[in-house]
């Protein structure tokens, strides 16, 4: 788990800050993206989503052997396509979709996948002498790509940093987040490379119409989403590629085939009916601005979520927070802005080195910029929560005043 509980507030306070309120006052815990904020959305909609599986169902391993990857649900696979091709945010003709338990899983398999050289899984790389190939990505980057990277010291790459600073020759995997976490910037590949050495990961968890404007199917080699950030459905730990290259696919089946020998096919038939429930409502176009569609739903909850935070961040001499411009969105049919689901805090105040720690003396757990490969005058800090967690956040923010007032 990326924070943890135990990292609980101190209640020091600082000399020229207004002291934290109430002592009674819980930990908002607002360090990891939970995406319970779209629960108002999915009790609403009851019942409609519900999924009966029998005893006797699903119990095989194998779902389809004539598929590169063999455990994926014929009908989860036709209901992802069908959700790209209704949000219109990614190309899914010819490509291979692999399924994984979380988008956590395949970032992984892909890192095994690009540099393995086993010849008989397809792997095109050198011998066993080969150095571990470096992961870069632009700073300030997602905080788990790093641990995820180096956890189990894998031979076959490891972690290195901001791509900015990335000047080596050779082999090298960089991974775009886009919109980016942590500050929901649109990004494009930064490492300029000699050759033709390098492989783009593209990791699209927030490329979806309620956090930013789609401006174009992303059309990438290699791309992967999550039901996580998509539906808010974090917990069925699904997650799906869209891959050009078949060797790559076989290779990512491999290993999640070695580290779980398949993906919950529960899961995935709960992702295929939730989104087809979605993309059913917006079987009939003329409906489609309807505030009871998934994605207008969320796109209205996170542009109140972000009026709320800009409306306290503006009266505050404390903070400051990324700006976004406007982009025709090609789903909403309109110009939008970018919703992001975390706020990236600066802390601008003369004198307050440590934007965490300040936010933690109000007892509220954001994550720090140096987490990120950044400056720890930032945080970041989680937009997704339940309402009444957000509400209290944003009175707990409007109380950190700076010695200035
Ligand atoms: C950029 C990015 N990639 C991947 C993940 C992991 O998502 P999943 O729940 O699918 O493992 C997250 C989760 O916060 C994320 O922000």
Same mark, same amino acid.
């Given at each position: 788990?990326?924070?943890?509980?135990?990292?609980?507030?101190?209640?020091?306070?600082?000399?020229?800050?207004?002291?934290?309120?109430?002592?009674?006052?819980?930990?908002?815990?607002?360090?990891?993206?939970?995406?319970?904020?779209?629960?108002?959305?999915?009790?609403?909609?009851?019942?409609?989503?519900?999924?009966?599986?029998?005893?006797?169902?699903?119990?095989?391993?194998?779902?389809?052997?004539?598929?590169?990857?063999?455990?994926?649900?014929?009908?989860?696979?036709?209901?992802?396509? !069908?959700?790209? !091709?209704?949000?219109?945010?990614?190309?899914?003709?010819?490509?291979?979709?692999?399924?994984?338990?979380?988008?956590?899983?395949?970032?992984?398999?892909?890192?095994?996948?690009?540099?393995?050289?086993?010849?008989?899984?397809?792997?095109?790389?050198?011998?066993?002498?080969?150095?571990?190939?470096?992961? %870069?990505?632009?700073?300030?980057?997602?905080?788990?790509?790093?641990?995820?990277?180096?956890?189990?010291?894998?031979?076959? @790459?490891?972690?290195?940093?901001?791509?900015?600073?990335?000047?080596?020759?050779?082999? @090298?995997?960089?991974? %775009?987040?886009?919109?980016?976490?942590?500050?929901?910037?649109?990004?494009?590949?930064?490492?300029?490379?000699?050759?033709?050495?390098?492989?783009?990961?593209?990791?699209?968890?927030?490329?979806?119409?309620?956090?930013?404007?789609?401006?174009?199917?992303?059309?990438?080699?290699?791309?992967?989403?999550?039901?996580?950030?998509?539906?808010?459905?974090?917990?069925?730990?699904?997650?799906?590629?869209?891959?050009?290259?078949?060797? &790559?696919?076989?290779?990512?089946?491999?290993?999640?085939?070695?580290?779980? &020998?398949?993906?919950?096919?529960?899961?995935?038939?709960?992702?295929?009916?939730?989104?087809?429930?979605?993309?059913?409502?917006?079987?009939?176009?003329?409906?489609?601005?309807?505030?009871?569609?998934?994605?207008?739903?969320?796109?209205?909850?996170?542009?109140?979520?972000?009026?709320?935070?800009?409306?306290?961040?503006?009266?505050?001499?404390?903070?400051?927070?990324?700006?976004?411009?406007?982009?025709?969105?090609?789903?909403?049919?309109?110009?939008?802005?970018? @919703?992001?689901?975390?706020?990236?805090?600066?802390?601008?105040?003369?004198?307050?080195?440590?934007?965490?720690?300040?936010?933690?003396?109000?007892?509220?757990?954001?994550?720090?910029?140096?987490?990120?490969?950044?400056?720890?005058? @930032?945080? !970041?800090?989680?937009?997704?929560?339940?309402?009444?967690?957000?509400?209290?956040?944003?009175? !707990?923010?409007?109380?950190?005043?700076?010695?200035?007032?």
């Amino acid at each position: 788990m990326c924070g943890t509980e135990n990292q609980a507030a101190t209640n020091g306070t600082t000399k020229h800050l207004s002291s934290p309120s109430s002592s009674t006052d819980v930990v908002l815990n607002l360090d990891h993206g939970d995406p319970t904020v779209y629960e108002s959305y999915w009790k609403r909609i009851g019942e409609k989503c519900t999924v009966v599986i029998k005893g006797s169902e699903l119990m095989s391993y194998i779902s389809d052997v004539r598929k590169p990857c063999w455990f994926l649900e014929e009908k989860f696979e036709s209901v992802i396509k !069908r959700l790209h !091709r209704l949000t219109g945010n990614a190309v899914v003709d010819d490509r291979y979709v692999v399924v994984g338990t979380g988008s956590t899983q395949l970032f992984q398999a892909l890192l095994y996948a690009i540099t393995t050289t086993d010849a008989s899984l397809g792997g095109t790389g050198g011998g066993p002498d080969q150095l571990p190939v470096p992961v %870069v990505c632009a700073a300030p980057y997602y905080s788990q790509y790093a641990e995820e990277t180096d956890y189990l010291r894998s031979g076959l @790459y490891k972690w290195a940093g901001d791509a900015y600073a990335f000047d080596k020759d050779g082999p @090298y995997i960089e991974v %775009v987040t886009s919109p980016n976490n942590p500050d929901g910037t649109t990004r494009e590949a930064v490492v300029i490379h000699n050759g033709d050495q390098g492989k783009v990961l593209y990791d699209m968890a927030y490329y979806w119409p309620q956090y930013t404007p789609i401006t174009r199917p992303a059309d990438h080699d290699i791309m992967y989403f999550t039901f996580s950030k998509s539906t808010g459905h974090a917990g069925s730990r699904i997650g799906w590629a869209l891959v050009k290259d078949e060797a &790559i696919a076989r290779k990512m089946t491999k290993f999640i085939e070695l580290s779980s &020998i398949g993906v919950s096919k529960d899961s995935q038939i709960r992702a295929a009916k939730i989104m087809e429930v979605i993309c059913e409502d917006y079987q009939d176009f003329k409906h489609h601005q309807n505030s009871n569609h998934f994605f207008e739903y969320a796109r209205k909850l996170m542009e109140n979520r972000w009026k709320r935070l800009r409306e306290v961040v503006a009266r505050s001499n404390v903070f400051s927070l990324p700006k976004y411009s406007q982009e025709y969105c090609l789903f909403h049919g309109e110009c939008t802005e970018s @919703y992001p689901a975390f706020a990236w805090l600066k802390c601008k105040e003369e004198g307050v080195e440590d934007c965490e720690k300040l936010l933690q003396e109000y007892k509220i757990l954001g994550r720090g910029g140096k987490r990120f490969g950044s400056d720890p005058s @930032y945080a !970041r800090v989680s937009i997704l929560s339940r309402e009444e967690v957000f509400q209290q956040f944003l009175e !707990r923010l409007e109380i950190i005043k700076g010695n200035t007032n």
